[in-house]
């Protein structure tokens, strides 16, 4: 199982992940959890999405982290976080997804790739 990724993802029958877990079992009418259920189903799609997205991005962000460390470069850059969050919000607007949103998230982001690089700095010091 530790070395079946898809074990836990539900890609897997034999998964420990259920698609149907809810709180709401027995509140709701069986057609209105079958759309729930539905709905849902795409849900699990882009959350997965979104961890491979991330993780893709940190693997990048590490790379900074360990240019920055070996350069001697502060962790954060603020004219580059400016410009991205006004790039961002635009396209966030056109996405219309809210852009105090999509500010925020990259913020909670960025953050922590700030503490990645502070410790990969750390650590060589
Ligand atoms: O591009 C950089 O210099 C990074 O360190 C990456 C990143 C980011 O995660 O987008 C993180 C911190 C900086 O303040 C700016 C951007």
Redesign the pocket.
Known sequence: MIDDPAAETGQNPASGYDPHASSLQGEADPAVMEELYAIRGSIDNFDATLVYLLAE?FKC?QR??RL?AEHSLP????G??AA?IKRLRTLAEDAELDPAFAEKF?NF??SE??QH?RAIAADRA
Do not use: A, C, F
């Open positions: 991005r962000t900074v982290g920055k962790p954060s850059d603020p580059r976080e991205q990259l982001i960025v790739v700030i690089h």
